[in-house]
């Protein structure tokens, strides 16, 4: 049996006036899905649990069964071990954003108008993180480099009790009210600060300015945690596994659990992203004998960050043509018997251009045994809510690998 699940981040919304009411979702009219949906289990499930963050950290550990009660850690742990840093068990890492400030006056008073500075290239955010360290890192503290606007700060035997705001949460707000908070909080706010000084007028920004871009303008730092401890995924299901993302945060995941993560050519986690190259990459995890392949596709949830409709709607053709019909075509012509496994982490509806904890939609075809053709099933907040409920993501993990519910995280 081989398994594959297609994660198109963020992509659940709700309803859209411009859109006659339908959701980006909906309105894609995502041809090869909804028609696998037809012979499909759909239905919906709440991959954030009550009480914690809709963060993509706790909704991927939840979609591939982990309890994120039991192991969220905070998402740059995570990252951190994607990117190869080494962490001892007292070390804290924060994700550290690049991001665009502006307005005039004191840094507080400067306004966050994008979280990923215009989708940073990661050789101009490397040479802005470069400077970073040289000037703000030294004794227990050291920033690296991630992928684009990603980046990690890590302090040695740090403390993680600080109150740290996600900068995609806050768009448009002010930087005083969503500064680090909590003991010895203003060490993390002066970094930011003295960030700003050194980055504002840099000729990687002057030259992004002249060219119509967002700059880097600012480090923002959140999403503290400790080294993270993951039980295994294979002694979870019995399978080997790969992860397949152009983020940090998901190969971190997979690595954790004892899954490969294969690095894609030209995959940025934006619109931009080498669709095709994700698709290559999980045909070729198969045939090296992998059982399980984890497509992660980031750019429907950037498109919402970023408002952007049309972009979101496009992500999603392109993820169904693109990603999931040439996988799903290659395991049905392998003969094997599959499953697959279609479903976004967490909502992020474009009227608030973040996450949201409200259950998403799925769709869940099983090559042995696919279920009478109704026209009516899809792909779709809709026809997910006249279907199957999952209580947890865990629990349609447990359907979806065991072929039954053991409860999950319930």
């Known amino acids: ?116 500075s215009g989708d940073i290239s990661s050789e101009e955010a490397g040479v802005l993180v470069e400077l970073v360290e040289k000037e703000l890192g030294g004794g227990d503290i050291h920033f690296y480099q991630g992928v684009s606007y990603r980046h990690a700060m890590i302090v040695a035997d740090g403390r993680i009790d600080y109150d740290t705001t996600p900068p995609h949460d806050v768009l448009t707000q002010k930087v005083g009210a969503n500064l680090p908070k909590g003991a010895d909080a203003e060490r993390i706010s002066a970094l930011m600060r003295r960030s700003y000084s050194l980055l504002k007028d840099h000729p990687v920004n002057l030259a992004r300015i002249e060219r119509g871009q967002n700059p880097a303008n600012s480090i923002w730092i959140w999403g503290q945690g400790r080294k993270p401890r993951l039980p295994s995924f294979y002694d979870n299901y019995g399978i080997s596994g790969a992860v397949i993302s152009a983020v940090d945060l998901i190969k971190g995941i997979g690595i ?113 045994k696919p279920l009478p053709q109704d026209a009516g099933k899809a792909f779709s907040e809709t026809a997910g809510s006249k279907g199957s409920y999952y209580e947890s993501g865990c629990a349609l993990a447990d359907r979806f690998f065991k072929g039954r519910v053991d409860g999950g995280d319930d």
């Open 256 to 368: 954790c659990a004892g899954l490969s993560a294969r690095a894609i050519p030209g995959a940025t986690g934006t619109l931009l992203t080498n669709f095709a190259g994700k698709a290559e990459g999980a045909i070729a995890e198969f045939e090296s004998g992998k059982d399980f392949v984890y497509i992660h596709v980031e750019a429907p949830d950037e498109c919402s960050h970023q408002g952007d409709m049309e972009g979101k709607i496009e992500s999603l053709r392109k993820t169904d043509e693109l990603v999931f019909k040439p996988v799903f075509e290659y395991l049905e012509g392998t003969g094997e018997p599959f499953r697959t496994l279609v479903v976004p982490d967490h909502r992020t509806p474009l009227e608030i251009r973040t996450h949201s904890s409200e259950p998403v939609p799925f769709v869940l075809y099983e090559s042995a």
């Open 1 to 116: 049996m081989k398994y594959l699940i297609v994660v198109p981040d963020g992509c659940a919304d709700r309803p859209i006036p411009s859109l006659g009411g339908k959701t980006p979702l909906e309105a894609a009219g995502i041809r090869y899905i909804n028609r696998i949906a037809e012979v499909s289990e759909v239905g919906m499930v709440k991959t954030i649990p009550d009480g914690i963050a809709p963060g993509s950290d706790a909704a991927n550990l939840s979609v591939m069964g982990f309890d994120p009660r039991k192991y969220l850690t905070g998402r740059s742990p995570l990252e951190a071990v994607s990117m190869g840093i080494e962490m001892s068990d007292t070390d804290v890492a924060f994700r550290t954003n690049l991001v665009t400030l502006a307005g005039d006056g004191a840094y507080e008073d400067l306004t966050i108008v994008d979280h990923s």
